[in-house]
């Protein structure tokens, strides 16, 4: 069975330029979640999904950051513009509704100039 | 954001040493996990802990889940080349929907 996959696995931006990062979560898994990860630092969550409803996205900064997951499968996670504080591993991760593990993808490591 | 406090850092040992991290917490969790994540890789579970003072085994791994369930520990026994990574654990206040706060993490190489 195919794990969490996330495009791209590299992205190089200069400030100010929107980006755009996408993941398809395992197949049956209602709940998705976008983490960042700083370098030298654990994941941070930035939102959650239940099927395509956000039900928790208070740690995700609105002014720049959006996401979405339309038809409750796959997800889009952008940032416009993007800031050289924005350079991160943006990762993904999705969880069957009856157990407690959280699947994570490889993550897209984004770099700003 | 909230970060645990996981020690140590960073650990030097030779094939066969075993090892010990540990993580705490200024808050209470009622499910501890500890996950590593390999260069390039998300995150993999290793072991979760549900009750308070839980002792629980995966091969060579052992995790406790502290008594006043604001910490936890990992041991692994007998390092093996493929344990060189980092390791996080993770607390989290209720199953499944709850959010994941992360510790520091603690990275692993093991010396020739």
């Known amino acids: 069975e195919a794990g969490v996959v996330q495009s791209p696995r590299y992205k190089i931006i200069e400030k100010k330029q929107p980006v755009a990062f996408w993941c398809n979560p395992i197949?049956?898994?209602?709940?998705l979640y976008w983490y960042r990860q700083n370098l030298g630092q654990g994941p941070e969550l930035l939102i959650r999904?239940?099927?395509?409803?956000?039900?928790?996205d208070s740690q995700l900064p609105k002014d720049r950051f959006s996401a979405e997951r339309l038809k409750g499968v796959d997800s889009t996670l952008k940032i416009q513009p993007a800031e050289l504080g924005d350079s991160a591993v943006y990762l993904c991760?999705?969880?069957?509704?009856?157990?407690?593990?959280?699947?994570f993808g490889p993550g897209t490591r984004l770099t700003v100039l | 954001g909230q970060q645990l406090n996981q020690s140590p850092q960073s650990m030097f040992i030779q094939e066969g040493e075993d090892v010990s991290m540990n993580c705490t917490s200024s808050?209470?969790?009622?499910?501890w996990l500890w996950y590593k994540q390999d260069p390039g890789e998300g995150p993999v579970l290793l072991i979760a802990?549900?009750?308070?003072?839980e002792l629980t085994s995966n091969g060579r791994l052992t995790a406790q889940f502290g008594i006043t369930r604001k910490d936890s520990f990992l041991n692994i026994s007998a390092s093996i080349p493929s344990d060189v990574g980092i390791y996080f654990c993770?607390?989290?206040?209720?199953?499944?929907?709850?959010?994941?706060?992360f510790g520091t993490g603690t990275r692993l190489t093991i010396i020739p």
């Open positions: 991760a999705s969880r069957e509704d009856s157990y407690n593990e959280q699947f």
């Open positions: 197949s049956g898994h209602n709940t």
């Open positions: 999904y239940e099927n395509e409803e956000a039900v928790d």
């Open positions: 808050s209470i969790f009622n499910t």
């Open positions: 802990l549900y009750k308070a003072g």
């Open positions: 993770a607390g989290q206040s209720n199953f499944g929907n709850e959010k994941l706060t």
